[in-house]
């Protein structure tokens, strides 16, 4: 069992940036491929970002390719994302998930409780 928590999230303008943490518990983290995903209002939750154990690979969706990045560090059992450059379109709440195998799809086994990112015109 993983325990996830994510902090991190606030209110920013347009073009500001952000770091989002997520904090491990309960076994190693790197036992585990991380991912992150957000959840706009009225929307279903949208993979983001995600990567594997020894963090030698990140994947990331369209829409934000460019943008965030995804990172690890397994010895203080932590993912990060970095959102750079933020859209109004960013609003979301965020989660972290943690996962045997890095996906792309919502098919992760452990969740955090998500922190929420707005961003202001």
């Known amino acids: 069992q993983v325990r996830l928590v994510e902090s991190g999230g606030g209110l920013v303008q347009a073009g500001d940036s952000l770091r989002l943490s997520c904090a491990a518990s309960?076994?190693?983290?790197?036992?585990?491929?991380g991912g992150w995903f957000r959840q706009a209002p009225g929307k279903e939750r949208e993979w983001i970002a995600a990567i594997t154990k020894s963090a030698h690979y990140t994947f990331y969706a369209d829409s934000v390719k460019g943008r965030f990045t995804i990172s690890r560090d397994n010895a203080r059992n932590m993912v990060y994302l970095q959102l750079n450059n933020l859209e109004p379109e960013d609003t979301a709440v965020y989660y972290c998930?943690?996962?045997?195998?890095?996906?792309?799809?919502?098919?992760?086994?452990?969740w955090g409780q998500g922190t929420q990112v707005t961003v202001s015109p």
């Open positions: 998930a943690a996962n045997d195998e890095p996906l792309t799809t919502d098919l992760y086994d452990f």
């Open positions: 309960g076994r190693p983290f790197s036992n585990y491929a």
